[in-house]
């Protein structure tokens, strides 16, 4: 069982992307269940996530960038940045930071 855990740059700015709405979806036989949700904090980090460590299995990591960019009266491409990843349960933890523009957003798995 595992943990996961983001933390959104906003790489336009050069700052953290603090007040982003992140949920995780667990993927099961098709079936999609948002299993938790919360909001990036100054530091544009979400550390409490997964209130539970995790199955390994199929998850999507979602954030509500379009409305972090409408906020703050920029215009971008992408509404949902969305991280479709397989999670291993003999890894104890993931961290998924997430770099975001207004066209554009690229993810990698950090430590």
């Not at 069982?1 to 667990?26: E, F, K, S």
């Not at 890894?91 to 798995?109: E, G, I, K, N, W």
Request: aromatic share 8%; glycine share 8%.
């Amino acid at each position: 069982m595992t943990t996961l855990t983001t933390h959104i740059l906003d790489t336009a700015l050069g700052q953290p992307a603090a007040g982003v709405a992140v949920w995780l979806v667990q993927i099961t036989d098709g079936q999609e269940q948002v299993i938790a949700r919360s909001e990036t904090n100054q530091d544009g980090r979400v550390t409490d996530l997964t209130p539970k460590p995790l199955p390994g299995g199929h998850y999507r990591l979602c954030a509500d960038i379009g409305r972090y960019f409408a906020q703050s009266g920029r215009a971008s491409l992408y509404l949902t940045a969305i991280l479709d990843v397989q999670i291993d349960a003999a890894q104890a933890h993931y961290h998924l930071p997430l770099l975001v523009a207004p066209y554009a957003y690229s993810t990698y798995r950090g430590s």
